[in-house]
């Protein structure tokens, strides 16, 4: 037993070594219970007290649990346990229930998605109770003084006060919730007021608007708003509220201008995917699809997984398991990136490039393919249109009806659809393949081959794919010039679409040309190239973000679908394509119709009742916004045309979301020149950020542990549907959820119009039955339709979701196409690499071409490195009078618009789109300087004064350009010169490009990329 001391002698021992002043005696005492001696001669019998365990026992004991949704923008989405003591959580762990989780026919997923979740999710609890919630509802005092006085404006222009707009150095107010809905409604009304007809037409030109922008809003005020839930697909009900809500406004309009339901006009409503360089735009373009991708965890079914410009080990955390663990079982993994990084270091090989030059390294591996004939002939000839004529007067693709007298084009079957002028396509729950308004039929015409077998011309139809194709018994030519008479008496020079892409690849990306443009070593290249084809088809190319930001990236997309496509490496279980930066796929809930463009004027209050939809939104690409909100223009040519040209921004309400502001692409651009011609900003947070800085009003919201409406998610990288639980959590900080916002401003509209429709909209969130809404999501999605929101909701307390009802396990895109023979979403229902747009032949694009980057290169912005070229024939600045060296903001970015390259009306809204990351199908950027004959800007340089001369030698910002061989005007044809003359600067001293390449490798402990490195 420990010994004992009596209180005297302890304190009189205490006092003798000098420590009875310094400390309380109960202290001491404690102190010398600890440090005595313990002697114990049978620990079974006796053993001295151990209460002090507890305190390290009580770290972890908790008064009860409930389940979160954790889900931000990476694809995950994870529902985690959070554990609360007196109130607070004190620790998050996972579920453990991934493995449980079914679909309706009763399969179940695998255990190994169990444990869910990451490293910043264990600690979230912290950002829950961090110091920067935004705690309460504010308002800016300068916006407040200007609503308070009756809303001055200059009496010309109509113009808000600047004193009054001056965010980001103003103070804010701190306001009940109701008190900030009713500000922004009064103000909202105000706004659209001004704005609407002749009179606000006026004031928008007064204000310096572009004209055409001003013709765009159409005399309805509500088109000046701006409205935007930040990545919808994380909140169905929450995040895609705030598109409802703009498209309520139509009733504001309503109420203004005096005009019939009809002719009402919503808000304006900004896009999230295109904006934040998420959407490959190549992607759309091959296959009509807005983005083609995989499950993350079919890589175990891959031979070889690729990882391109994704840092997929640090970025997917709970995902990265599936590639290492692919790794171990045998699959060989190849990371191609700019930088090392976490994923490099899972590489067996690593390949290292010059930022921007990916399509080029793509091109290249493709160039190595065909000239080695190591591609899949059938799959090229059975799926791609590679095979197609183009005619080479026009270098459109040519078509069967001008070749055939009395053609008559071939019926499409039951996998497309023609939809009637005065019908609907039916909900998607409903369809049974592509759906295509008749105005667009015409333009799915049948197209032509050269058949080897006939030696003559043969016609080929959007359903003839797969196997379809192959009952027509033809053998495609893939090479050749061939002459074929038309119906008109005349005749026309033709070549396949492969043979000119060959033609092209041989002549600037052997792998000594690829080289000298990417930095890779030529041993690399063809060893990927030998990777790839030898993978039975079963190659994965998982792409990040990063390659998605450098302009022309469009061309990495089709260079990369170029390379599987030669592989016969797509829709196909361990051989495919996807690209990873957002949780983007928005088509899984493709009920959500029935919830953001219910008709506002037909609001359906019984549960169960029949939901009439209008969409009187307008969609709005905000990469206007980031651009001072200004057109391109250049020379005689107008780029920006019809539904893309923005209306002026008057009103801006984002939800969930800090890239308008906060994170923006030319932050200071916007907020000091862009911003304060706008009169209204207003953002719901939860966490205090560089947006809510610049706002007029800021409503605190629930984070995600403090929910008190149900939602749902999914992911494009997992096969979840995910249910946000209501949660017993209360409230840490003064909030309210975004579903109040919406119907706190209702509220207040209804009061100002008298129109109870405004409220009637958000009737089930005011009777707190967000289920309905989400049941009618449910109800109307394809992949989603028999579940029962309450049902999901229930597993969600527990920990568990629901597998979707998709066609395969792990969901795969193109699995339809390639193993049922149906047609992609494209004019000739196959994988289209050629485009016969006039607006990408203008800018030399109707081929898959490397071109550089606008910054940050060796050779002149944006030029396509390549010899001259029969089926290549840009134009020149000449040509829409661009004056010599004008080298403005706009100039440098002009480009040309492209025709959206596919009609299906389910995926109408990604249509075409201004420039290479914006919203829908992305534009081909035209530079205009991109031809200029290397030799004359020489000479233009010897001719600048000494003074400049002497000024461009003091600027190291701008590096030397390459004297390349530019299409059709410099004599030296056929060579690519991939370095400035003195050389590119090499990453480190001393390391020449190919040593660079190698860096990776030695760190890594390898010695080369394969065979001959």
């Not at 920006?640 to 979301?657: E, F």
């Not at 000494?946 to 030397?960: F, G, K, N, V």
Request: charged share 25%.
């Amino acid at each position: 037993m420990a010994c004992k001391v009596k209180r005297r002698e302890f304190l009189a021992m205490a006092g003798a070594v000098g420590l009875g002043s310094a400390l309380h005696a109960k202290d001491l005492f404690a102190a010398y219970r600890y440090l005595g001696p313990v002697s114990v001669k049978n620990p079974l019998a006796d053993y001295p007290d151990r209460d002090w365990e507890r305190i390290y026992r009580d770290i972890f004991r908790h008064d009860g649990s409930f389940v979160f949704m954790c889900c931000p923008n990476d694809t995950h989405n994870c529902l985690l346990n959070a554990f609360v003591k007196n109130n607070i959580v004190v620790r998050v762990e996972p579920t453990y229930g991934y493995g449980k989780a079914r679909d309706l026919d009763g399969n179940r997923s695998s255990h190994r998605w169990d444990p869910r979740c990451c490293q910043k999710g264990l600690v979230l609890a912290r950002r829950f109770y961090g110091d920067r919630r935004v705690n309460g509802a504010f308002i800016r005092k300068g916006f407040k003084e200007w609503v308070d006085q009756g809303f001055p404006r200059d009496p010309k222009t109509g113009a808000a006060p600047p004193q009054l707009m001056n965010r980001g150095f103003d103070s804010f107010v701190r306001v009940s919730h109701e008190e900030a809905c009713r500000y922004q409604a009064v103000a909202l009304y105000d706004i659209a007021k001004t704005y609407s007809g002749d009179a606000g037409k006026k004031r928008l030109l007064d204000q310096g608007y572009d004209p055409d922008m001003v013709e765009q809003v159409g005399g309805a005020g509500t088109r000046v708003f701006k409205f935007r839930g930040g990545m919808a697909q994380q909140g169905a009900v929450r995040l895609f509220g705030c598109f409802r809500m703009g498209n309520s406004m139509a009733l504001l309009d309503h109420h203004l201008r005096g005009v019939a339901p009809d002719d009402a006009k919503g808000a304006g409503a900004w896009d999230s995917y295109s904006f934040h360089t998420d959407l490959p735009p190549g992607h759309p373009m091959v296959t009509g699809d807005q983005t083609n991708d995989f499950e993350l965890f079919d890589a175990e079914n891959a031979k070889v997984v690729m990882v391109w410009g994704m840092n997929w080990i640090t970025t997917k955390m709970p995902d990265s398991h599936w590639l290492t663990e692919a790794r171990l079982k045998g699959a060989k993994t190849v990371v191609v990136t700019v930088e090392y990084s976490a994923t490099a270091n899972k590489g067996d090989e690593v390949v290292v490039i010059r930022p921007g030059t990916d399509s080029a390294l793509a091109l290249g591996v493709a160039q190595v393919m065909i000239a080695r004939k190591s591609y899949n002939a059938d799959f090229v000839k059975r799926y791609t249109d590679l095979p197609t004529l183009v005619r080479m007067d026009t270098l459109e693709r040519l078509k069967a009806a001008d070749v055939f007298p009395d053609y008559r084009q071939k019926p499409l079957n039951t996998a497309a659809s023609i939809i009637a002028k005065d019908q609907k396509a039916p909900p998607t729950t409903q369809q049974t393949g592509i759906q295509i308004p008749e105005a667009l039929s015409g333009e799915f015409g049948d197209f032509v081959m050269w058949d080897l077998a006939q030696k003559a011309p043969a016609a080929v139809a959007h359903s003839d794919i797969g196997e379809h194709f192959a009952t027509l018994q033809i053998d495609p030519a893939l090479e050749g010039k061939f002459d074929i008479n038309l119906v008109d008496g005349s005749q026309v020079k033709a070549r396949p679409v492969f043979d000119l892409t060959r033609e092209y690849l041989d002549a600037n990306l052997t792998p000594a040309q690829c080289s000298r443009i990417t930095w890779a070593p030529e041993s690399a290249i063809t060893s990927l190239a030998r990777t790839i084809a030898d993978s039975d088809g079963r190659t994965l190319i998982a792409v990040g973000m990063g390659p998605n930001q450098f302009w022309n990236n469009d061309n990495k997309d089709r260079a990369l679908f170029l390379v599987l496509a030669l592989a016969g490496s797509l829709g196909r279980h361990g051989g495919n394509i996807g690209s990873y930066a957002g949780n983007y796929k928005n088509t899984l809930f493709s009920g959500i119709p029935k919830w953001t463009t219910e008709d506002p004027f037909q609001p359906q209050l019984d549960p169960h009742g029949e939901i009439k939809t209008k969409s009187y939104l307008r969609p709005e690409s905000m990469h206007y916004w980031a651009n001072g909100e200004r057109l391109v223009k250049a020379g005689d040519k107008t780029i920006t045309t019809g539904a893309h040209v923005p209306t002026p921004t008057k009103a801006i309400w984002q939800v969930n979301s800090n890239s308008s502001l906060g994170n923006q692409k030319g932050h200071y651009d916007v907020v000091f020149n862009t911003l304060p011609r706008c009169e209204l900003v207003v953002y719901n947070e939860w966490w205090w950020t560089a947006s809510c800085e610049y706002s007029d009003i800021v409503h605190g919201v629930d984070s995600w542990m403090e929910f008190k409406y149900p939602d749902m998610t999914a992911s494009n990288t997992n096969p979840f549907l995910q249910p946000y639980p209501r949660t017993p959590a209360r409230r840490a900080f003064n909030t309210v959820s975004d579903n109040d916002t919406y119907l706190g401003v209702a509220r207040e509209m209804e009061r100002l119009t008298g129109d109870r429709r405004f409220t009637q909209m958000w009737h089930f969130i005011a009777e707190n039955r967000a289920d309905v809404y989400l049941q009618r999501i449910i109800d109307y999605s394809a992949p989603l339709r028999g579940y029962r929101f309450e049902d999901i909701e229930d597993l969600g307390k527990k920990g568990i979701p629901v597998l979707m009802n998709t066609r395969t396990y792990p969901r795969i895109n193109s699995y339809e196409q390639v193993q049922e023979s149906k047609p992609w979403y494209t004019r000739t229902g196959r994988l289209e690499f050629y485009r016969p747009e006039p607006e990408f032949i203008e800018a030399g694009e109707n081929l898959v071409v490397h071109r550089e980057p606008s910054d940050a290169t060796f050779h002149e912005p944006c030029a396509i490195l390549a010899a001259p070229h029969a089926a290549i024939r840009p134009k020149r600045p000449a040509d829409w009078n661009i004056p010599d060296g004008q080298w403005d903001h706009i100039t440098r970015q002009a480009e040309v618009p492209a025709r959206r390259p596919h009609h299906a009306d389910r995926h109408r809204f990604h249509g075409g789109a201004v420039r290479p990351v914006r919203r829908h199908v992305p534009a081909r950027q035209a530079h205009a300087r991109q031809w200029r004959d290397v030799r004359r800007h020489q000479s233009e340089r010897r001719a600048r004064t000494r003074r400049q001369r002497r000024r461009l030698r003091l600027d190291r910002r701008r590096p030397r350009r390459s004297p390349v061989s530019w299409l059709g005007r410099s004599e030296t044809q056929g060579r690519v010169q991939g370095r400035a003359p003195d050389g590119p600067r090499p990453l480190l001293p001393g390391h020449t490009a190919r040593h660079h390449a190698h860096v990776v490798q030695r760190l890594h402990g390898h010695a080369g990329l394969g065979p001959g490195a």
